[in-house]
C-alpha cells in the first residue's frame, strides 16, 4: 500500500473479509530528538495532529500518501484476515458510475423525528466533569428534532442538579416546582432543541413512577425511549445492587408503557448474565430487542485491544473523545444513501459515503433486524430495502478544516521528506533514502 492515497486503498478493497479505517502514524509516538519524544503520548497536541491536514488516524485525509512506516487500521472478523479475490477483486468504481449514470442515485436526509426520552438514574462522573453530561445530551440532540424532550429521574437533590445545569453548563430554567423543574440551552446552542427537565424521585419505585408516566401522557409526551443506569446519586453502590436496578426498571417501564406504544430501552450492565435476564417493555415488532451496554466488557476489551496492539491505540482513543473534526460513529438508513429497492455490490457502499461526506467516513457493515453484519466480503450481493441500516464512521468536518483537506499533501511530505522512499536513520526524522 505504500506510495498510494488512503482513498485509493480505502476503495481498492485489498482484503476479503476486512474493512480499512485508517492510519497510525508511527513517527506521531516513536520519533524522539536526544532521547526525548517529541509529542507526548497523551497530550492534546497530538490529537490535534490527528485532525490537521494529512492526518493519519480512524477515516485518515483521504489525501494523504500512506508511507513504508505507516500501520493499517482495520476492523475484521479474523486478526488475520485473507486478501480478497473473485468477485471481492471486482470493480466496483464502475459498477458506482453505472448506478449515478441512471441519474437516480440521490441522497436523502431522514427526519429527525420528535422524540421524548427517559434517563433513569446519574452518573457521578457528571458531578465532577458536568460537561460529560452536556456531550450526552448533544448526543441524543443531533439525533432529534425540535420539540423533543429529556425527562431525568433520580435522586439527586434538584437545588444541586439546578447548580450544576445552570451555573456550570449554561442552561436557562424556564419551569420550577417542587419536584424538580425544566431547563433548555440558549438559542444557537448545540443541543438547544431540547427540553431538558428534572424530577428528585426514585426512578426503581413504581407508585412514583406510575406518576411520571401519567403526567406524560396527559401532555401527550410519551416516552419513546429510555437510559436505565444502575447507578444512584449520591450513594456508592455494588455492581449487583447496580444491576437488580437495571433489572428492575424495565420491569416497571412494561408495566406502565402504554400497549401499542413501542419504547425502545437502553441499559447499562455491570455483569454479563444481567442482558439475558432483563424483561423490557412489549414491542410492536418482535425483532426489536433493548440494548445493554455491558460497561465492565467494554473496559476489558478496550484494555485487551490496547495491550496487543499499543501502535494503533492513539489513533483509535479518537473514538472516545468529544470535539470538532473527530471520528463518531452513526447509523444510517438505506435511504438515506439512495439504496433502497436497490441491488448492489457491498463494494460499491463506501464509493457512495466517499462522494456523500467528501472521503471522510468509511462503511464498516450494516443493520437488519437489530442484527449488525460487520465487515461483509465486498462482492456480497445486497438486496436494499428500508429496513437496512448502514453502520458508518464519520468524521465530521468544519466548513475551514474541509477547504484545508483539499490542499495538496504537502505539509508532512515537507517535514518528513518524501513520501514514497522514507526510512528512519539514527533515530531521527525520516529522510530520503
Keep these: 500500500m505504500a506510495g498510494k492515497t488512503v482513498e485509493a486503498a480505502m476503495l481498492g478493497h485489498c482484503w476479503g473479509e476486512a474493512v480499512m479505517l485508517g492510519l497510525d502514524d508511527v513517527f506521531v509516538h516513536s520519533y524522539k530528538n536526544d532521547g526525548v519524544d517529541v509529542i507526548d503520548a497523551d497530550s492534546d497536541e497530538k490529537m490535534h495532529i490527528y485532525s490537521e491536514p494529512g492526518h493519519a488516524g480512524v477515516i485518515a485525509d483521504p489525501h494523504r500518501i500512506i508511507r513504508p512506516d505507516d500501520w493499517i487500521i482495520f476492523i475484521a472478523t479474523s486478526s488475520s484476515p485473507k486478501l480478497a479475490y473473485g468477485?471481492?477483486?471486482?470493480?466496483?468504481?464502475?459498477?458506482?458510475?453505472?448506478?449515478?449514470?441512471?441519474?437516480?442515485?440521490?441522497?436523502?436526509?431522514?427526519?429527525?423525528?420528535?422524540?421524548?426520552?427517559?434517563?433513569?438514574?446519574?452518573?457521578?462522573?457528571?458531578?465532577?466533569?458536568?460537561?460529560?453530561?452536556?456531550?450526552?445530551?448533544?448526543?441524543?440532540?443531533?439525533?432529534?428534532?425540535?420539540?423533543?424532550?429529556?425527562?431525568?429521574?433520580?435522586?439527586?437533590?434538584?437545588?444541586?442538579?439546578?447548580?450544576?445545569?445552570?451555573?456550570?453548563?449554561?442552561?436557562?430554567?424556564?419551569?420550577?416546582?417542587?419536584?424538580?423543574?425544566?431547563?433548555?440551552?440558549?438559542?444557537?446552542?448545540?443541543?438547544?432543541?431540547?427540553?431538558?427537565?428534572?424530577?428528585?424521585?426514585?426512578?426503581?419505585?413504581?407508585?412514583?413512577?406510575?406518576?411520571?408516566?401519567?403526567?406524560?401522557?396527559?401532555?401527550?409526551?410519551?416516552?419513546?425511549?429510555?437510559?436505565?443506569?444502575?447507578?444512584?446519586?449520591g450513594r456508592v453502590v455494588s455492581p449487583y445492587v447496580m444491576d437488580a436496578r437495571v433489572l428492575s426498571i424495565p420491569l416497571i417501564l412494561r408495566k406502565l408503557n402504554?400497549?401499542?406504544?413501542?419504547?425502545?430501552?437502553?441499559?447499562?450492565?455491570?455483569?454479563?448474565?444481567?442482558?439475558?435476564?432483563?424483561?423490557?417493555?412489549?414491542?410492536?415488532?418482535?425483532?426489536?430487542?433493548?440494548?445493554?451496554?455491558?460497561?465492565?466488557?467494554?473496559?476489558?476489551?478496550?484494555?485487551?485491544?490496547?495491550?496487543?496492539?499499543?501502535?494503533?491505540?492513539?489513533?483509535?482513543?479518537?473514538?472516545?473523545?468529544?470535539?470538532?473534526?473527530?471520528?463518531?460513529?452513526?447509523?444510517?438508513?438505506a435511504s438515506e444513501l439512495g439504496l433502497v429497492g436497490r441491488t448492489t455490490s457491498f463494494g460499491v457502499v463506501n464509493h457512495i459515503l466517499f462522494d456523500k461526506y467528501d472521503g471522510h467516513a468509511v462503511c464498516i457493515g450494516y443493520i437488519l433486524k437489530s442484527r449488525l453484519t460487520a465487515a461483509p466480503r465486498p462482492g456480497t450481493v445486497m438486496e436494499w430495502t428500508a429496513d437496512h441500516r448502514v453502520a458508518v464512521i464519520v468524521r465530521e468536518t468544519s466548513p475551514e478544516m474541509r477547504a484545508k483537506y483539499g490542499a495538496k499533501y504537502g505539509d508532512i511530505e515537507a517535514k518528513y521528506g518524501s513520501t514514497t522512499a522514507l526510512a528512519k536513520v539514527d533515530n531521527q526524522p525520516p529522510a530520503l533514502v
Design 87 to 233: 468477485a471481492d477483486r471486482a470493480d466496483f468504481a464502475k459498477e458506482y458510475e453505472a448506478l449515478k449514470s441512471k441519474g437516480d442515485l440521490t441522497f436523502v436526509e431522514t427526519p429527525k423525528k420528535v422524540m421524548h426520552v427517559l434517563v433513569c438514574g446519574w452518573r457521578s462522573e457528571w458531578n465532577t466533569t458536568p460537561e460529560r453530561f452536556l456531550d450526552r445530551l448533544n448526543d441524543i440532540a443531533t439525533n432529534v428534532a425540535e420539540g423533543s424532550t429529556v425527562t431525568v429521574v433520580n435522586r439527586k437533590d434538584h437545588k444541586e442538579f439546578k447548580r450544576i445545569v445552570v451555573g456550570e453548563l449554561g442552561f436557562e430554567q424556564i419551569v420550577e416546582n417542587e419536584k424538580g423543574g425544566t431547563f433548555r440551552l440558549p438559542q444557537g446552542t448545540a443541543g438547544h432543541n431540547l427540553e431538558l427537565s428534572h424530577l428528585t424521585l426514585d426512578p426503581a419505585d413504581f407508585e412514583t413512577m406510575r406518576k411520571v408516566f401519567k403526567e406524560q401522557k396527559a401532555a401527550g409526551k410519551l416516552f419513546d425511549a429510555a437510559i436505565v443506569l444502575g447507578t444512584v446519586a
Design 258 to 333: 402504554p400497549t401499542g406504544h413501542p419504547m425502545h430501552v437502553v441499559g447499562e450492565n455491570g455483569e454479563d448474565q444481567t442482558s439475558l435476564l432483563a424483561i423490557p417493555p412489549r414491542l410492536i415488532q418482535s425483532s426489536e430487542a433493548p440494548d445493554f451496554i455491558n460497561t465492565q466488557a467494554l473496559i476489558a476489551r478496550c484494555l485487551a485491544m490496547n495491550l496487543a496492539y499499543p501502535q494503533l491505540w492513539d489513533a483509535l482513543s479518537e473514538l472516545f473523545k468529544q470535539g470538532e473534526n473527530l471520528p463518531d460513529f452513526d447509523l444510517l438508513d
